[in-house]
Nanobody, 126 residues
Framework: QLRVVESGGGLVQPGGSLRLSCTASGSFLDSYTVGWFRQAPGKALEEVSCISNIRDETFYAGAVTDRFTISKNNAQNTVYLQMNSLKPEDTAVYYC???????????????????WGQGTQVTVSS
């Protein structure tokens, strides 16, 4: 059974950077599509970025394009989310999730994801 654990959240000033890690155990992440999702207080869960196991295709939500970068290290069984130029509106609990997809269609729709981490808090504030 795949298990994913997030780390790397914290408090950062506007304009700062953080790198989130999603580390897997129980199976190999390169067999899964992996996504980052976030939920701010009082708001719905939303997609942030996803990386497919098919040709490593990536997806970014419009709000994070050109600021966030998703990548993976198969040797470490880890997917990263590098977050730069952070804004207060990026404040949320960030979740990592994985799905054994065989297509890139709907690759960043949270309903297709089966394995979820517990989340890590990211707070952007001065």
């Amino acid at each position: 059974q795949l298990r994913v654990v997030e780390s790397g959240g914290g408090l950062v000033q506007p304009g700062g950077s953080l790198r989130l890690s999603c580390t897997a155990s129980g199976s190999f992440l390169d067999s899964y599509t992996v996504g980052w999702f976030r939920q701010a207080p009082g708001k719905a869960l939303e997609e942030v970025s996803c990386i497919s196991n098919i040709r490593d295709e990536t997806f970014y939500a419009g709000a994070v394009t050109d600021r966030f970068t998703i990548s993976k290290n198969n040797a470490q069984n880890t997917v990263y989310l590098q977050m730069n130029s952070l804004k207060p509106e990026d404040t949320a609990v960030y979740y990592c999730a994985a799905a054994p997809l065989t297509t890139t269609e709907n690759m960043c729709v949270f309903r297709v994801y089966e394995y979820w981490g517990q989340g890590t808090q990211v707070t952007v504030s001065s």
